[in-house]
């Protein structure tokens, strides 16, 4: 740090120049981001409370309100009268506190000390982070030839060691839903926490169903269910940080509670102490703005513009991987190998990325990405076939 003070000038103009060198959202040029330019009223709202802090919730009771509001609306949306959990920072930290509460719980009244989660090969990476935080081994499920968890390969799968199974509502690479009815009730069965991942498909698939979209259900309507992890700052609008953590019950929150003595709560069950209320607000605030037919219609828009991609891309002839059931879509090239057909397009400007699962050029279609994007990508992706 330099010793004297520096014009606020002087700094927003170096400040500027730094950030240029980022990619903006609105070139529609980044394809594989499942982020998007927040929504201006959430912006707005989240600085009117960027000096609040949840974590000693008796100083902020009016945010500590707005979490719970926004808690309960998830909650709702997810088919749950009454639903417990926190806003987050993002969909990392839901998976980890979902784990957390399962080895938990498992550890309590079951007597688990060295516990394993069961995931897809299709899981966030987040998983094995939180495996890697709490101690807990990987079991890895296999997918089937459409890349969902194989069910049977489940049931094989499953020990006196498992502390928890988790499913995913919008796979990271693909879009896709596992067989979650199928799974809840294998989980259910056998007594074991399950947990759904969707992050990225739970502000999109309540409000596609709702128009009409035929998509599995998902959701605590499944007695199997015990958490949900839905992030408002991914098809939600809302401001990064902003993840959702919903859990069935409030014994899930209360295996993880730590005492914090001085605090104007007596007990903290959430990761991070002090902690953001500007989120919630912002999230508060953009889903009463957008509302069931708001966020239906932003949906359904997505899906046209990966239905319009789709048909272009086989006109071409390039091989589409599967069907696409949310707005992800990947994709090859019948000749060139993914990783350096994504550095052609790169070249080009398109910021792509590649899946592994199978590996294949995958684009996310998110808000930012317009008609005209898809168009122009269109022509590139024709010069280079
Ligand atoms: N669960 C699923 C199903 C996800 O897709 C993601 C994020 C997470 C959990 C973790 O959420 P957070 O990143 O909020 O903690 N998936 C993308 C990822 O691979 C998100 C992303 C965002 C990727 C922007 C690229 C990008 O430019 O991290």
Redesign the pocket.
Known sequence: MQDEPIDKEDILKDLSEIHKLDYEYSDGR?L????TEAHPFAKEVYCKFLDTNLGDPGLFKGTKHLEDEVVKSIGELLSLDKPYGNIV???????LMAIRAARNHARKYKGIVDGEIIIPDS?????KKAADMLNLKIVEVELDENYKIDVESLKKVISDKTVAIVA?????ELGLIDPIEEISKIAHENNIYFHV?????GFSIPFLKDIGHDLPVFDFSLEGVCSI?V?P??MGLAP??A?GIIFRKEEYLQVMAVDSPYLTVKTQSTIVGTRLGAASAATYAIMKYFGKKGYSRMANDLMENTYFLKEGLESIGYEIICEPELNILAFNHPEIEAHEFAKKLENLGW?V?VAKCPIAIRI?LMNHIKKNHLKELLEDLKEIY
């Open positions: 980044i594989g981001s499942m982020c920072t993002g969909g990392t930290e839901a998976n899981a966030h990476f987040s998983f995913i509502a919008g796979t990271t991942d969707a992050a990225f498909g992890t992030d700052h991914k990064i940080p993840g910021k990325s996310v």
